[in-house]
Nanobody, 118 residues
């Protein structure tokens, strides 16, 4: 079992930007969809954005449309989440989920903290 690994979180002021990465080494990357989810303290986990590496289709939640951009570099087995115009409500632990398009298995990364100060 290969677990995705996130990086790029940190502390930023409102209006600032952060770029998250999700890397999954040692797999055939086109067999997976990669999704970004976030969970703030006391709140349910929320889907943020996802991309299918088989056809490059993407989806983003309404709360981040126009601010967050998801992209994939298949040569590096890495998915990026570019986050701009960050708001305090974006504060959460951001997790990457790797979904096998063939057998439906999901693998979660440990998460990376994003904190947006007002």
């Amino acid at each position: 079992e290969v677990q995705p690994v996130e990086s790029g979180g940190g502390l930023v002021q409102a209006g600032g930007s952060l770029n998250l990465t999700c890397t999954v080494p040692g797999v055939n990357f086109i067999d997976y969809a990669i999704g970004w989810f976030r969970q703030a303290p006391g709140k349910e986990r929320e889907g943020v954005s996802c991309i299918s590496n088989s056809d490059d289709n993407t989806y983003s939640a309404d709360s981040v449309k126009g601010r967050f951009t998801i992209s994939s570099d298949k040569a590096k087995n890495t998915v990026y989440l570019q986050m701009a115009d960050l708001k305090p409500d974006d504060t959460a632990v951001y997790h990457c989920k790797q979904s096998d398009l063939w057998d439906g298995n999901d693998y979660w990364g440990p998460g990376t903290q994003v904190t947006v100060s007002s």
